[in-house]
């Protein structure tokens, strides 16, 4: 894999964005946090990524609405998410897939499906 990326994990639980950082970050990534879709929409005002990963239920503004907000910004539009949740039901996949989301994984995740997930996708 090249050089490592800069990721923004969007979740509301500060320990859920401290194992994921861990993980990303012990791969090589940059890592920015965000702990809601409003705050991580401010951040992406500021700075690109090239990649996002983001909890589904979250106070202020859940995963969805936030992806839904990020593809119609110009920086946001083509950034590849991975929606990292406890949702597994087809219904909501299907939902985040026609939002754009990229990839699905489910809470208590496996980090090297997560870092693996992440060299798939943020190329």
Do not use: C
């Not at 859920?16 to 991580?40: F, P, Y």
């Not at 897939?97 to 060299?119: C, N, T, Y």
Request: charged residues 25%.
């Amino acid at each position: 894999m090249k050089a490592g990326k800069k990721i923004l994990i969007v979740d509301d639980s500060p320990s859920i964005r401290q194992v994921v950082k861990l993980n990303l970050a012990s791969a090589g990534h940059e890592v920015t946090e965000a702990g809601n879709g409003v705050e991580a929409l401010a951040i992406l005002g500021s700075a690109n990524f090239d990649l996002i990963v983001s909890d589904l239920n979250m106070p202020k503004m859940d995963g969805f609405s936030f992806v839904g907000r990020l593809r119609e910004t110009i920086t946001g539009k083509f950034v590849p998410v991975i929606m990292l949740t406890t949702e597994s039901t087809e219904d909501k996949k299907l939902q985040g897939m026609a939002l754009g989301v990229r990839a699905w994984l489910v809470k208590p995740f496996q980090p090297d499906r997560l870092i693996s997930a992440v060299a798939r996708l943020a190329v």
